[in-house]
């Protein structure tokens, strides 16, 4: 059960509310993530797993819900498993983690300082295919947010035909090829596979390649992502921001693709609310939070579709 060897404290500010956020993240002595409130009086323990992610509106992940969720915790959820912690409390003071420079890197680097002690994570090794379709997770939202999500496609000239599948694969590995298609010049359509398998090789391509990935947005939604509370903490330090032609950046870009290098950390971190290492492959074609949420839900609703093995010697 690897938890930390020391206290973490990361500060800044959420990317959605744009209020002030100062987390702690604190060794624990038995299995699981949890996330805490120090805010709210009285404020439970609330795990961070799948079965406890409240509404995603398709933007990012929350734990819990009001007044005692936790928004926007796929970053550090990725963090997490890179750094092979499965056993912290993390607190905080306000409804949403830290945006940082909108990546994994800085929470990575953060857990990675303070140490974590030996031991293996539990494994779920995914034994029967599972797939979810964008429409799916569309009838789940209230209609309110249907049509919203429908208006937003129309104007942007999407289809929801995207999906997300689980598929077995290698026992000890979760193996992530991810796309997105855009109609925005500058995305287009890009493909990026990465595979975690716990080992110091995978976290050093995770370093080189993936970690530093930033969210992306248009400058032009900002406006309109604000008036509904989101996007009020997003600005050119911690976003890719897109111009309004969509054929280039207001900032400078890691990599030609960095786009689909941030879906990875995304699917990563909404990976590990199933408790352990999913081991398999996960497959994600235009993907989203929503999406990578009803996967795990339906992956765990037939215990034919896995298994969970725990690797920790017994004591």
């Known amino acids: 059960m690897p938890t930390l060897k020391h206290t973490v404290k990361i500060s800044g500010r959420g990317i959605h509310s744009g209020l002030p956020a100062h987390m702690t993240l604190r060794p ?10 120090t805010d709210v009086p009285n404020a439970p323990q609330i795990p961070a797993t799948y079965d406890h992610v409240g509404d995603t509106k398709l933007r990012n992940t929350t734990i819990g819900t009001a007044p005692h969720q936790v928004q926007t915790v796929e970053h550090l959820m990725a963090a997490l498993l890179l750094a092979g912690v499965d056993a912290a409390t993390i607190e905080i003071d306000g409804p949403e983690t830290p945006i940082c420079d909108g990546s994994a890197r800085v929470f990575l680097d953060a857990i990675r300082r303070a140490g974590v002690t030996d031991g293996k994570m539990q494994r779920i090794i995914v034994r029967r295919p599972v797939t979810v379709s964008q429409r799916e997770a569309l009838r789940q939202l209230p209609w309110r947010q249907r049509m919203m999500v429908w208006l937003m496609n129309k104007i942007q000239h999407r289809r929801s035909d995207g999906f997300v599948r689980l598929s077995p694969g290698d026992a000890h590995t979760l193996r992530v090829r991810a796309t997105l298609v855009y ?3 500058i995305i287009g359509h890009q493909t990026y596979e990465y595979a975690f398998d716990g080992s110091a090789a995978a976290g050093a391509a995770f370093d080189a390649d993936v970690s530093a990935a930033r969210t992306f947005g248009k400058f032009s939604e900002w406006e309109y992502l604000k008036r509904h509370g989101m996007g009020r903490g997003a600005d050119e330090t911690n976003v890719i921001a897109l111009n309004d032609a969509g054929d280039g950046t207001l900032n400078p870009l890691y ?21 352990g290492l999913v081991c398999g492959f996960l497959e994600s074609y235009k993907g989203s939070h929503a999406l990578n949420n009803l996967v795990l839900k339906k992956l765990f609703s037939d215990p034919a579709n896995y298994d969970i093995v725990d690797d920790e010697p017994k004591r």
Do not use: C, N, Q
């Open 28 to 37: 624990r002595r038995t299995p699981g993530i949890f996330f805490v409130r």
């Open 255 to 275: 990599w030609p693709d960095e786009f689909v290098r941030h879906k990875v950390i995304d699917a990563l971190g909404d990976m590990y609310t199933s408790g």
């Open 183 to 185: 109609p925005e010049k």
